[in-house]
Nanobody, 126 residues
């Protein structure tokens, strides 16, 4: 059974940092991409960052570019999202998701992702 488990969320002041983790298990191969999405109350779920499995290519939404960094430790099947210079508008539930097949055109399409974690709350106070 495939599982994605997020951790690392919490409450932080504006300007602070958090590192989220997404631990993956149950995959029969390492050939999948991991994306981080977030959903604030009353808003649509939006893509934040993606890391590809084959070459480790990384992609960022404009809203987080330069502040967030996605990385992976393939040995322990974990993907990280380092979030710096956090702002109140970053407050949301953050989800990691896995896509077995993903094109560059579909990076931010949540419906292209096959598996989802349960989410972790990130709250940034002003």
């Amino acid at each position: 059974e495939v599982q994605l488990v997020e951790s690392g969320g919490g409450l932080v002041q504006a300007g602070g940092s958090l590192r989220l983790s997404c631990a993956a298990s149950g995959f029969t191969s390492d050939d999948y991409a991991i994306g981080w999405f977030r959903q604030a109350p009353g808003k649509e779920r939006e893509g934040v960052s993606v890391i590809g499995s084959s070459d480790g290519s990384t992609f960022y939404a404009n809203s987080v570019k330069g502040r967030f960094t996605i990385s992976s430790n393939n040995a322990i099947h974990t993907v990280y999202l380092q979030m710096n210079s956090l702002a109140p508008e970053d407050t949301a539930v953050y989800y990691c998701a896995a896509a077995l097949e993903l094109s560059l055109f579909d990076l931010w399409d949540r419906y292209e992702y096959d598996y989802w974690g349960q989410g972790t709350q990130v709250t940034v106070s002003s």
